[in-house]
């Protein structure tokens, strides 16, 4: 609270004696620090600062991996896909033999975010590998599943996903199941008929798609798997042409609950689909967090963010309506 207040207040004393103790301070304060900058696109000097520091002094299994997990948010959210691979790499090498989540991240890491995607297929071809041999019944083969479907769809590779889905509805009766893990199965399935009906362009798609809306107007659950949904509705909802609908859906997102997943293509796309929709000053606000969170990307993706501040510089020209 006194780094935040230091900066809104621009009290650079404070703020320099704040900095001087990052190396003293706990992992849950750096990690706060380094949310709370990338949530409101302020200091981010000082999220690259206190992950880099919480990172350093963190050596604890448990505790390393959350570390890993803000790391790895904030180089994604920074445009720097190659340093959020080699974070990828190391919860892997920490996680291996207890838990394949590292593949699954870096499939939602090029599927929603700006992540490697010759690495999310390589992931994609070993977590079908895995998944195969799992039992139909289980929770990690439906979790596993509805990842590979989200790949396989957004590459129209539609030949597993009604198995998958029918899976997943058998799910509902397994007795053996957290009530945690049934909802985000049930809702999984949801996701995925509404993804389907569209890539098959069904009658029926506004039905589903309405559906996956509806869901996720409940807000997405913290520590769960669905925080990239809301991206998921927005394009289903702008393909059908409803752009205010799209524009409401990413607006639907976290605030300082979890590490900001997917923020910087939530900023992107709000700010995209603010301008068409005549908000000129939604697109402006999300347009500018966007770019204080690119100042830096690698040179891949330096030419989204000139792109972006393209078109942010348009919409400062143009007279207040």
Known sequence: MRWRTAVVLADTATLKRLRAEFDAMSVEDLGAIGQLSQYDGVALEDAERA???ALKGESRFRYRLAVL???AALALNRGRAAAALQVRQEQQTLLRGQSNQPLIWQIWDALYWDGDTAAAAMAARELEEITVRLPADTYKRHLY???LEQWHLAHRQLTTVRRSIAEMRRAEVTPNYKPSGRLIVRGCAI????LLAAAEQREDAGVYRERLDSLMLTGPSYRNDNQSWNLAVARLKEAAGDRQGALAATRRRLYLAAEPLYLSTYLREEGRLAALSGDR??????YQHYLALRADPEPTLRAQAERVRADLAQLL???TR
């Open 145 to 147: 599943s509805c990842s």
């Open 317 to 319: 020209n143009e007279p």
């Open 281 to 286: 000053d939604g697109a402006i606000r999300a």
């Open 51 to 53: 992950t880099a520091v």
């Open 191 to 194: 996701l995925l008929d509404a």
């Open 69 to 71: 997990a803000e790391v």
